[in-house]
């Protein structure tokens, strides 16, 4: 009986996590438990304060190795004339999703975004970026190189497309903030924002939910986090604390 009760609750718990159904804690539990429990990441709680002082350099996606591999293939001699066709077809489709979901975003934080300063440049530029370069590789509202955007004397936090570490998550795709040399922030900061529909909101078996969630919704959640771990964090248990 009791190892039946325990495969149960194993079971259960096992379901929960996968569906996404964790129990919702406030900011003030989280706090609580992660100020006890991990000393060593008053790090990450003062870099929400960092951030709101400084810039967040959101890195639109180019695709060009990919696009860049199709194109090869395409060119090839001896390549059959249907699949050059194919390969050209996912080519234009993955060019148009790109500037979709890029121009999508890019309005999405001039409409909602006011957490802090921000800027947006290609993937591409990151190179010269962590070169510590600070003017002529950001974009203006329509996406055109603009020269005269500079984040010099402003500490920059980095948002961009990517997977999480399957170490520590799922290996979800997701929004995720890191510091200047691209290392992830760590919790408590809220450093990943899930980029598709959850499953769970959408039907397990719903193609919606693997299609990544429109602009403006995902600019909504990253505001919300931040102003909430900013408020809480840093006005209450981090200066009481510290």
């Given amino acids: ?29 989280w706090a609580s438990a992660s100020m006890t429990t991990y000393p060593k990441r008053v790090k990450s709680i003062k870099s929400i304060d960092l951030l709101k002082k400084g ?13 860049k591999k199709l194109t090869e293939s395409i060119e090839l001699e001896d390549i059959d004339q249907r699949l050059r066709r194919q390969l050209k077809v996912q080519r234009a489709q ?11 975003l890019m309005k999405a934080f001039y409409k909602e ?34 020269p005269t955007i500079s984040i010099k004397g402003k ?39 899930n980029l598709n529909h959850r499953l769970m909101l959408k039907g397990l078996f719903s193609k919606k939910g693997s299609l990544r969630r429109e602009g403006e919704d995902l ?6 986090k931040f102003y909430s771990f900013h408020a809480y ?3 209450k248990s981090y200066l009481q604390t510290n």
């Fill in 219 to 224: 600019v909504k959640e990253v505001v919300k």
């Fill in 233 to 235: 964090y840093l006005k």
């Fill in 55 to 67: 810039v967040l350099v959101v890195r639109l996606e180019s695709k060009s190795n990919n696009i």
């Fill in 155 to 193: 500490t920059p936090f980095i948002m961009r497309v990517g997977k999480l570490s399957s170490e520590t998550t799922t290996g979800i795709e997701a929004l995720i903030v890191s510091d200047i040399e691209l290392n992830d922030m760590q919790r408590p900061f809220p450093y990943y924002i």
């Fill in 113 to 146: 975004y006011d957490f802090s300063d921000f800027v947006f440049m290609m993937d591409t530029s990151s190179v010269h970026l962590l070169d510590g370069v600070t003017e002529g590789i950001f974009l203006d509202k329509l996406g055109n190189p603009d």
């Fill in 94 to 104: 993955m060019i148009s999703d790109r500037d979709k979901f890029n121009k999508d």
């Fill in 1 to 29: 009986m009791k190892n039946t009760s325990l495969k149960l609750t194993i079971f259960s718990l096992t379901a929960f996590f996968l569906l996404g159904l964790t129990p919702q804690i406030s900011f003030a539990q």
